[in-house]
Structures are given as structure tokens and as C-alpha cells.
């Protein structure tokens, strides 16, 4: 069966790869641009500073920064106005997932025409998106290289996925330095998200040889790293091999896809506009004691990758000992142990059921599921 593997052309990697990234800005011969980004990077300067190399560069630009943390239809919509306004010729996205999955949505109408929600799917576009520079300021999502993009209908309250190769930035920038003044509790999510993408891709049944090694290789580092990184957020070598571990976790997902756990977990976000990597978190191991129905032999091996010592282990051990693991890990980094705490209510999980079935992350879980069973994982993770 072929396979087609989706990455940015080019990707910057490690301290002092923005400085880098401007200089190829320099070089595209662009003449205004849009920069995406939210309120709190542009309180704490970090836009301007980089609206300021760009200067230095004789790069014009003009800032939206209203990407909320679920960017929704409205934040695409206002971001797409200004964009015509000032007729600009790329965007810039800077910050973690919300500013680049809104970047993404705002440039892909602008080449398309239309409104964000006709997107929502498998490839529905026709036109590659305006140029996309993601310049990434958190370590999980992964938004900076992959074509998925999660944008918020509030009428409806649900996520959209939009899978599209069009939304494929055309340069990715992961400067470890822009990532030091992350909050403990968005590095514990962020670095959760990332570990959930390495396994949901792992264990997908689009899964290839590519994948599964950057997906274990990202397993490993997020287990040995991630605690540091949440405990001593000044230490560069735990940043810098989170940045790496999340852009291979991108890697996976980007080509094998993902599975229920985000399905779900897009549900609780746009239903209750909660934090999408905390719930990915919380589901994590209850989707996965699920999908260890069918591939207990790939959970072990997760096992292994998480410093499990599973040489004596069945299939079936190990993959209670990834299970265990995960929630291990949780734990140590500070997760909510369920979805209670996240003001999740039983009366709408059927509701939430319902809309997981119809998100196109489910279509490559190792087993599918009944809308009781989704409801069933719901209820565990409560």
C-alpha cells in the first residue's frame, strides 16, 4: 500500500534558529506581513521583538493577536479582514497551536475564497494557503509542521478538524530560547499532547516504518525530559529535547494520523473550551486500555520506549504497563486525574459521543468504536 509523507520544505531547529528564520524572510522577497499571535505574547514583548527583526530587515508587518487558546471561526474571520486590509502576501504565525491553527485557517481562505468551514475534512482545498511561516513558542502541538489545523465553530460548539496538505507551513522554526518562559502547568499540557500524538500515531492503523521510529524516539525523549522541563523551566537541554520530541511526535501524527483520544478530546474543547492538552491527557490512558483490545504487542513496545523493562512481559502486561506509565507520567507533571475536574458533565456525554464519531482523527484508531463504547470511555475517564 503507498504512503505519502507530509513535513514543511524547511525546518529550523535550536537556539538562535529565529535569527536564522528572518533571514530567510529577507531572502522570499515578501512585502507585508500578517503576523498571528495572542494577547499574552504580545503583552510580554515577544511580538514585538520579533516585528522588530523583521524591521531591521526592511520586512513591513501588521499584528493580529487575538488567536484565543481554541482559535475560533470569528478569530479567522478577523484575522483574514486585516489581512485584506493591508494586503498582505504571507503570514507569520507566532506562538503555540492556537496562533498557528488560526494563521493556518486565515491562510488558507485567503487563497481560497469562501469560509473556514467549507475546509473541514480531508483535503476540501484547491490552492496552497498564502506562504506560512510558524515560528513555535511551546513544545506539543506541533502546529509549526503538520497540515491539521482545529478551529472552533461557536455556533455549533465543535471543533472542526481540518486536514489538509495546504495548510503544510513552508518553514518551521523551533528556537528552544523562545520556550523558557512557559508556565509549568502549559509545559506539563503542551508536553502531554505531544506525548498522546507519538502514541495515537503508533498505534494507528496508518502507522508506517517512518512513523513508528520518530514516534518511539519521541516517546522516549518526552519520558526522560518532560518532568525537567515542567520542574526547571530555565534548563535549555530539557527545553531544547522537548522542541525535538514534540516536532517528532508532529512528524508521526502529520502521516499516520491520530485516534479517539483526540477525536474526544476535540469535543471537550469545543464544548466546554477547555485546555485540548489536558484532555488529551486524561483520555490518554483510557482510550488506550481500549484500543489494547486489539494491539497489546504496540502498547508494549510504548511500554519499552517509556523505560519499562518488558523483556519478561506478554503483550498484554506490556500494554497495561504503557497504561501505567502514562499515568505515572501524568501524574508527576501535575494533570487533573479526571474529567470531573474539568467541569465535564455526564449528562453531555452522549452528546460529545456523537460528535467524536463524525471527527476524521477516529478514522485511523486501531479498533473502531460504537457510540455506547466512546460513551463508556468518556464515563472511565470521569
Do not use: W
Request: aromatic share 4%; proline share 4%.
Amino acid at each position: 500500500m503507498s504512503s505519502t509523507f507530509y513535513m514543511p520544505s524547511i525546518n529550523m531547529m535550536g537556539d538562535g534558529s529565529l535569527a536564522d528564520a528572518v533571514d530567510y524572510i529577507k531572502t522570499q522577497g515578501f512585502k507585508q506581513g500578517l503576523i498571528v499571535s495572542d494577547p499574552v505574547l504580545n503583552k510580554l514583548g515577544v511580538v514585538k521583538n520579533f516585528t522588530d527583526l523583521l524591521a531591521q530587515q526592511n520586512v513591513t508587518s501588521i499584528v493580529f493577536d487575538q488567536a484565543q487558546p481554541n482559535p475560533t471561526v470569528s478569530n479567522v474571520n478577523d484575522g483574514l479582514a486585516i489581512l485584506k486590509q493591508h494586503d498582505c502576501d504571507f503570514v507569520v504565525s507566532l506562538g503555540g497551536g492556537s496562533p498557528h491553527d488560526c494563521a493556518k485557517g486565515i491562510a488558507l481562505v485567503a487563497s481560497n475564497g469562501g469560509k473556514i468551514a467549507d475546509y473541514e475534512g480531508l483535503d476540501q482545498s484547491k490552492n496552497p494557503q498564502l506562504p506560512l511561516i510558524a515560528i513555535n513558542t511551546t513544545a506539543g502541538t506541533a502546529s509549526e509542521m503538520t497540515r491539521f489545523a482545529i478551529i472552533t465553530d461557536e455556533k455549533r460548539h465543535v471543533k472542526m478538524a481540518i486536514v489538509d496538505k495546504h495548510t503544510t507551513p513552508v518553514l518551521s522554526v523551533n528556537d528552544p530560547s523562545l520556550m523558557v518562559g512557559m508556565p509549568a502547568s502549559l509545559t506539563a499540557a503542551t508536553g502531554m499532547d505531544a506525548l498522546t500524538h507519538a502514541i495515537e500515531a503508533y498505534v494507528s492503523t496508518a502507522a508506517t516504518p517512518i512513523t513508528d521510529a520518530v514516534a518511539l524516539k519521541a516517546i522516549a525523549l518526552i519520558q526522560t525530559y518532560l518532568p525537567t522541563a515542567v520542574e526547571q523551566g530555565e534548563n535549555m537541554e530539557a527545553r531544547e529535547n522537548m522542541a525535538y520530541a514534540q516536532f517528532m511526535a508532529g512528524m508521526a501524527f502529520n502521516n499516520a494520523s491520530l485516534g479517539y483520544v483526540h477525536a474526544m478530546a476535540h469535543q471537550l474543547g469545543g464544548f466546554y473550551d477547555l485546555p485540548h492538552g489536558v484532555c488529551n491527557a486524561v483520555l490518554l490512558p483510557h482510550v488506550q486500555r481500549y484500543n489494547a483490545q486489539v494491539c497489546p504487542e504496540r502498547l508494549k513496545e510504548v511500554a519499552c520506549s517509556m523505560g519499562v523493562d518488558v523483556q519478561m512481559m506478554s503483550a498484554e502486561q506490556g500494554a497495561q504497563a504503557a497504561i501505567s506509565a502514562i499515568e505515572a507520567l501524568a501524574q508527576k507533571v501535575g494533570i487533573p486525574s479526571g474529567l470531573v475536574a474539568l467541569g465535564v458533565k455526564a449528562e453531555d456525554i452522549s452528546q460529545l459521543a456523537d460528535n467524536a464519531l463524525k471527527d476524521v482523527c477516529g478514522l485511523t484508531n486501531p479498533k473502531q468504536a460504537s457510540h455506547e463504547e466512546i460513551c463508556q470511555i468518556f464515563h472511565a475517564a470521569m
